[in-house]
């Protein structure tokens, strides 16, 4: 949480580029069946059908979820309604998800949006920026969130060529086939990247003019999505793609799988990889995120349903 805008901004910038679709075409073809790994106390939530691409979580337990992502390629179960970003409060015994009314002037009917990340300022607002594909461009879109209105006020929309032009913006790190999530330690000290058609995450330590020094690599054997980090222990959870190319060419009877896994001891010679879920489509396809609070995990997906869970 807290996140400096540059981080947000390097994010967003890598979330947008159109290479990492080709690429993730190019290696989709290595699919694996997963073995089912499944808490016990898991429910879906019901006012969230049509994906949850991203999950952000504040210190609070308010959680933000963008939904409705609509994108070339991948499936979609509501192609006539525009994506919305929920909020759910992790502190309830049965949390459920409501979505944000957004006022300021924001053209709610072309929203359609995808990674999202949170910046506190030092007055403890909480903005959003999330990343939007009005017509399948992309923009930034910026938002102030009300606490007690439980509502975001729309503030700008950033629509610089930075987010369409690499050979513009400054190269911190290089090496990538296809860079996706993206998120720092609880200290702010590294950078985790996924590099989502490699099946690994980069571990970078962060200097203070923003350039990047790579420690080491970590093999996943898994197409990485998103990554969050728990707050409590530092370790890494990745949302995962085993069989992408059930996603790519998508068939109700044989759906993709959902994969999450946890890195512990990132830093260490030996980091520790975990499965805390795994499905084979069956409950929930097309894994993308997963976020912890408390013991309190929320697995979310590109295009289908959202799951909670009581670790």
């Known amino acids: 949480m807290g996140k400096l805008v540059a981080l947000v901004l390097l994010g967003v910038g890598l979330s947008l580029v159109g290479e990492m679709f080709s690429a993730f075409r190019e290696r989709m073809s290595a699919s694996r069946e997963v073995e089912p790994v499944e808490p016990e106390n898991c429910r879906l939530i019901e006012e969230l059908e049509n994906g949850s691409e991203d999950i952000d979580i504040l210190p609070s337990g308010l959680a933000f979820i963008s939904s409705g992502l609509k994108y070339p390629g991948l499936p979609n179960f509501a192609p006539d309604e525009p994506g919305k970003i929920f909020l759910m409060d992790l502190n309830e015994q049965n949390p459920r998800a409501q979505a944000l009314e957004i006022s300021g002037g924001f053209d709610k009917e072309l929203f359609n949006p995808h990674g ?12 959003l ?69 490699a099946k690994n995450i980069h571990i970078m330590e962060k200097h203070d003019n923003w350039d990047l020094t790579q420690l080491k690599v970590i093999q996943l054997g898994t197409l990485v999505d998103n990554l969050t980090v728990d707050p409590a222990t530092g370790d890494i959870l990745a949302g995962c793609h085993p069989n992408p ?10 759906p993709p799988g959902s994969e999450v896994l946890r890195i512990q001891n990132v830093l260490s010679e030996k980091p520790r990889v975990s499965t805390v ?3 084979n489509g069956s409950v929930l396809q097309g894994t ?15 295009f289908h349903k959202t799951l909670y869970c009581e670790l």
């Not at 999202?116 to 903005?127: E, L, M, P, Q």
């Not at 993308?288 to 590109?302: F, N």
């Open 116 to 127: 999202i990340s949170i910046f506190i300022d030092k007055d403890h607002t909480v903005y």
């Open 129 to 197: 920026y999330v990343v939007n594909h009005p017509h399948m461009k992309s923009t930034v879109e910026i938002f102030k969130f009300e606490e007690q209105q439980r509502s975001l006020v729309y503030l700008k929309t950033i629509k610089h060529e930075l987010l369409k032009s690499p050979r513009e913006v400054k190269v911190v790190a290089k090496g990538f086939c296809s860079a996706n999530g993206i998120t720092v330690s609880a200290d702010q000290k590294y950078v985790y990247v996924a590099d989502v058609a």
């Open 245 to 254: 190319m059930k996603l790519l060419i998508y068939n109700p009877e044989d």
């Open 277 to 279: 879920y795994a499905n």
């Open 288 to 302: 993308s995120v997963a976020s912890v609070y408390r013991g309190k995990i929320l697995i979310g997906t590109v």
